[in-house]
């Protein structure tokens, strides 16, 4: 069965950091595309950053672009999501997803992943 776990939420102020990571298992994801989305409250989720399974190609939200980084540990199996400086905008649950296709490109479409995690709530005070 597969589970991906997400963790590294919490609070913290702007212009701070947090580093989210995502744990797979039941399958490795290492040569998958997978990606991370956000929702905040009231609003629909997001997509913010993702990965593709070959050559580690990757795509941001302009938002994000030049503050997030995503990145993968295909030893370890897990995914995160390098995030500086926060702020109020960014506040949200996050959400790790995955697919199993093979290829070079990468994602941005929730649709498109068929395996969520729970999420980690990531809360940025002003």
């Known amino acids: 069965q597969v589970q991906l776990v997400e963790s590294g939420g919490g609070l913290v102020q702007a212009g701070g950091s947090l580093r989210l990571s995502c744990a797979a298992s039941g399958r490795s994801f290492s040569n998958y595309p997978m990606g991370w989305f956000r929702q905040a409250p009231g609003k629909e989720r997001e997509f913010v950053a993702a990965?593709?399974?070959?050559?580690?190609?990757?795509g941001y939200t302009d938002s994000v672009k030049d503050r997030f980084t995503i990145s993968r540990d295909g030893a370890k199996n897990t995914l995160y999501l390098q995030m500086n400086s926060l702020n109020a905008g960014d506040t949200a649950v996050y959400y790790c997803?995955?697919?199993?296709?093979?290829?070079?490109?990468?994602?941005?479409?929730?649709?498109?992943?068929?395996?969520w995690g729970q999420g980690t709530q990531v809360t940025v005070s002003s």
């Open positions: 997803e995955a697919r199993l296709s093979v290829g070079t490109k990468w994602y941005r479409n929730a649709y498109e992943y068929p395996y």
């Open positions: 990965i593709s399974g070959i050559g580690s190609n990757t």
